[in-house]
């Protein structure tokens, strides 16, 4: 009965909550295709503030957040594929932890600060559109809870133009 009535009372605390995010996107680091699996590649760097204190009370565990860039596949007429591609992520823990291998600061409770931070896994095409497209990156996170469901937040949007030329 306590973990329903823990569950209860922080469930609707969650929901519609505004998350200061500063995200501003660095030069692209990599772009070039990959002669080994013939496929485009592209990399960049990127600053993240992020005050995520309104997503926390008492019943979250830590919050998960990820970047992502989705683009579209044009082939003309009818035949056109949206991809959206994972390329970086972090656990944000509810508790501080030391962690010696990762370029993220701490700062404050429940404020993280990430400089100069590299994606972690590349963008990947197949069809090697990727010259001179414009994709969008948007900036989102999944709270996990102690005792209910996991849900997702839409954090942020930019976009970002990849070079004519392979660099």
């Not at 996107?25 to 309104?54: C, H, I, P, Q, Y």
């Not at 591609?85 to 600060?113: A, F, G, Q």
Request: charged residues 25%; glycine residues 4%; without cysteine.
């Amino acid at each position: 009965i306590l973990a329903g009535l823990n569950w209860l009372s922080g469930e609707f605390l969650l929901h519609n909550k505004e998350v200061p995010i500063d995200l501003k996107l660095r030069d692209v680091t990599r772009f070039g295709k990959n002669t080994r699996f013939n496929w485009e590649e592209a990399s960049f760097r990127f600053d993240l503030k992020a005050d995520m204190t309104n997503l926390y009370n008492w019943n979250v565990k830590q919050i998960f957040l990820y970047m992502t860039v989705s683009f579209e596949h044009d082939f003309g007429g009818k035949n056109s594929t949206k991809s959206v591609i994972t390329v970086w992520d972090s656990i944000l823990p509810r508790w501080e932890t030391k962690r010696s291998k990762t370029t993220w600061v701490m700062r404050n409770r429940h404020k993280y600060k990430f400089e100069n931070e590299a994606i972690e896994y590349p963008i990947r095409d197949v069809y090697h559109t990727l010259k001179g497209k414009t994709v969008t990156v948007s900036l989102k996170a999944e709270v996990m809870p102690i005792i209910g469901h996991i849900f997702s937040v839409h954090l942020h949007n930019t976009t970002l133009a990849l070079p004519n030329k392979y660099v």
